[in-house]
C-alpha cells in the first residue's frame, strides 16, 4: 500500500485522469500484480536522536 500524499494540483491531475468525484478522497494506492524476484527498496536514514531532540526546562 501506498499512501497519496500529493499536492493539490497532483491530485486534480489523477481526479481528472480516472474522473474521480469530489465528493470521494483519495487516500491510498494498492499494488497488484507479481514481484520481481529482485528490486530495490527506497531508505530513508533517520538523524540520531541527539540531532533532533530539545529537552525544555520548566521555570516554576
Known amino acids: 500500500m501506498l499512501n497519496w500524499s500529493e499536492?493539490?494540483?497532483?491530485?486534480k491531475r489523477l481526479r481528472a485522469?480516472?474522473?474521480i468525484p469530489d465528493h470521494e478522497v483519495v487516500i491510498?494506492?494498492?499494488?497488484?500484480?507479481q514481484m520481481p524476484e529482485e528490486f530495490?527498496?527506497?531508505?530513508?536514514?533517520?538523524p540520531a536522536v541527539?540531532?533532533?531532540?530539545?529537552?525544555l526546562e520548566r521555570k516554576e
Not at 491510498?28 to 500484480?33: A, E, M, P, S
Open 7 to 11: 499536492d493539490c494540483e497532483q491530485d
Open 17 to 19: 485522469a480516472f474522473d
Open 28 to 33: 491510498t494506492f494498492i499494488g497488484v500484480g
Open 40 to 46: 530495490e527498496v527506497a531508505a530513508s536514514p533517520s
Open 50 to 55: 541527539n540531532e533532533v531532540l530539545s529537552l
